[in-house]
């Protein structure tokens, strides 16, 4: 199949085009914008791949759009594209909103004009919102809290819409917190890891007491495959990791396994709106013949090392862009803490 992977250059993105090439059954064009989080180094491995062809773009620019559906005769889109850290989207909301509903806004309906026959929107457990207890359905109400989550609920619903009115072939797929290799180190764990082996201080928001369900980044990738290719249109997959864990519990399995003091944890300021739990029910997905396969404990260590082992990955980034950021996020609360 000829797949429009969008975002392809971000973390899921290109653990997924990595993914869909290894089978050598597709054409993949990546379309990336190659904003902050967006690295080509992620594709290095494929990057001459015969099958592979990458072009940088906005989602959002329509021309564009269209004109890389018609030059390759693409037949699917991934849209793996977004702007996705809630702390940015508390500073910024206006870009949430432009990437992840227009932007998504505009593949449906270019992949509409060119007809494609499949739409897969990769989206997030945050959409159900704050769960005190059990777990979420793909039929349960949407109650997104943050400028991101209610970004992407956003998208979803635009995408759903398609179904609906169109018939356009939409799948959507909401995952839980998801973490390996290549991950951006804005996020809690790459955050930590680097910041531990650094040295350095580990912020926990609050009393560290949230919880997260936390997903391996191939199981997560094997999830989407599955929705794209076996999904019944105009549904939602979930993808859950089923390993909630406190975030006070990561951080010190983390200070564990790089054999750092406990003393390096600072609690500090939360972050406003903070969901405590997300939790999520992925029987529909398990039901096509997805599972997850890596456990906690082992996709943890094998981030770890993989942090340790390619420094020259995140270090250029830390001190780049991302020290600003830091300082504007973490800056106060940590002299305060
Ligand atoms: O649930 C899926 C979502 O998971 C994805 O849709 C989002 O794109 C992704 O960013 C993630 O959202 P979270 O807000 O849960 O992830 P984050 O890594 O930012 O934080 C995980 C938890 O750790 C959360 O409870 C906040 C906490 N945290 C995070 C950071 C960055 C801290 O305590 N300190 C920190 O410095």
Not at 113 to 137: K, W
Not at 224 to 246: D, K, S, V
Request: aromatic share 10%; with cysteine.
């Amino acid at each position: 199949m000829r797949i429009l992977v969008t975002g392809g250059a971000g973390f899921i993105g290109s653990h997924l085009v990595r993914r869909l090439l290894a089978s050598s059954q597709h054409q993949i064009v990546n379309l990336d914008a190659l904003r902050y989080s967006g690295n080509l180094n992620n594709l290095s491995a494929v990057s001459g791949h015969p099958a592979y062809t990458f072009v940088q773009g906005d989602i959002c620019d329509a021309e564009l759009v269209a004109s890389v559906l018609h030059e390759h005769r693409i037949e699917g889109i991934i849209n793996c594209a977004a702007e996705t850290h809630v702390d940015r989207s508390i500073l910024e909301p206006g870009t949430f909103a432009r990437t992840d509903v227009m932007g998504t806004g505009v593949l449906l309906e270019e992949g509409r004009r060119f007809g494609v026959t499949r739409f897969l929107q990769v989206s997030t457990d945050e959409v159900y919102g704050n769960l005190e207890s059990g777990f979420a359905t793909e039929d349960d109400r949407l109650a997104p809290r943050s400028p991101y989550s209610a970004s992407k609920a956003g998208g979803d619903l635009l995408t759903l819409s398609y179904w609906t009115t169109y018939r356009s072939p939409v799948v959507v797929t909401r995952g839980s917190n998801t973490y390996g290799p290549n991950q951006y180190p804005e996020k809690f764990i790459p955050l930590f890891v680097t910041n531990a082996i650094e040295h350095q201080l580990l912020p926990l928001y609050g009393d560290g007491r949230q919880r997260r369900d936390w997903l391996a980044v191939e199981d997560h990738c094997a999830g989407i495959e599955q929705a794209f290719f076996h999904g019944e249109p105009g549904n939602i997959y979930n993808i859950g990791g089923g390993n909630e864990r406190e975030n006070i519990a990561v951080a010190e399995q983390i200070l564990t396994s790089l054999n750092k003091p406990r003393s390096l944890l600072r609690f500090v300021t939360d972050r406003p709106g903070h969901d405590r739990r997300y939790a999520i029910d992925s029987r529909k997905l398990r039901r096509l013949g997805w599972a997850p396969v890596v456990p906690f404990e082992e996709g943890l260590s094998t981030t770890i090392r993989w942090y340790q082992e390619h420094e020259s990955w995140w270090r250029p980034i830390k001190s780049g862009e991302f020290r600003a950021y830091y300082e504007q996020v973490y800056g106060k609360r940590l002299q305060q803490a």
